[in-house]
């Protein structure tokens, strides 16, 4: 497959690497490595599929453009719009051209997230109480003024990670997911998010950039044991913990297991990527609720959001 880079910040470096030889040619508008400034510049004949690392206000434009010629995508996430008909008709556009159009959510190809997930779908551990998910770094000073400090700031970086694997993990559910706290510490955009679903499971996702060490952690309570992950292999290593619960009451039996770096997931999602291109067709409900999620979530919060 003939690949276009859309994007050299540090994000579409990553996927020129892992793409390796499949990528034919790069764009950016500043970086003087790139062939192309402007992907309207490259010839629509020498590529099958790009992939868009850029900021998040481009992304629809250019997904448009590229599926009306059917060319695949993947988009780095998440692919936002305020008006969720946007996507609708990306997806209405995607099936007439039969282009695949993926948005990259990578921490599902963690090896202990996808072996949390397993155990769950196994029932060995009972039916999910409770869940938590946490996501933060110390990048406050690094984003701000950057196009990470606009629109929706952590809650779409970090925290749209956090929703998406909220899903993935917990089955089909969708949940409707309330804010309990958007806050603006350092920030023009959020830089600390709390958000909450009430149903069955309780999941409880936070995230921030005011987080000194970068931190990573899932737990799940559930009727028969627990599960606990910390760390993502990008930081070196992820440790996946399993207590069986003990009745009527005591120390649980515990299975600890250590996943040392490097990381597996972009590789992974590549692959995953490469897949779909060859059976398709492309589904955007994940887009469509994530999207739908983080607007009524500021839209009900009355935040105004920064320009």
């Known amino acids: 497959m003939r690949v276009l880079q859309v994007g050299l910040g540090n994000q579409g470096c990553k996927r020129c690497d892992v793409a390796g030889k499949d990528i034919i040619a790069r764009v950016d508008p500043i970086n003087a490595e790139a062939e192309y400034k402007s992907l309207y510049e490259v010839p629509v004949a020498s590529f099958d599929a790009a992939i868009l690392s850029i900021p998040d206000t481009l992304k629809l434009g250019l997904a448009e453009y590229l599926i009306s010629k059917g060319k695949h995508v993947l988009v780095e996430k998440p692919l936002l719009a305020r008006d969720g008909r946007q996507i609708a008709e990306l997806a209405k556009l995607a099936r007439s051209t039969g282009a695949v159009c993926y948005t990259a959510y990578n921490h599902r190809f963690e090896p202990n997230i996808k072996a ?64 309990w ?34 931190t990573f952690a899932v737990d799940v309570l559930c009727e028969l044991g627990s599960a606990h992950v910390r760390g993502l292999c990008k930081w070196g290593s992820s440790t996946f913990v399993v207590r069986r619960r003990v009745f009527p009451s005591g120390t649980p039996h515990e299975i600890v297991k250590t996943v040392d770096g490097p990381d597996p997931t972009w590789a ?5 990527f490469e897949k779909l291109c060859t059976s398709g067709p492309s589904s955007f409900e994940n887009d469509l609720w994530i999207n739908s999620t983080l607007n009524d979530i500021v839209e009900a919060s009355g935040d105004k959001l920064p320009s």
């Open 268 to 272: 992974e999602e590549y692959q995953h």
């Open 181 to 214: 706290s958007l806050k603006r510490f350092e920030n023009r955009a959020f830089d600390y998010i709390l958000l909450g679903y009430s149903g069955f499971p309780l999941i409880q996702v936070e995230a921030t950039y005011l987080s000194w060490r970068n």
């Open 116 to 179: 949390l997930k397993s155990l769950l779908d196994s029932g060995e551990i009972g039916p999910v109480y409770v869940a938590r998910l946490f996501y933060g770094n110390g990048t406050a000073k690094n984003v701000k003024f950057s196009w990470r400090d606009e629109g929706f700031g952590v809650l779409s970086d970090l925290g749209s990670h956090l929703i998406d694997l909220s899903a993935f993990l917990f089955g089909s559910v969708h949940p409707k997911f309330v804010a």
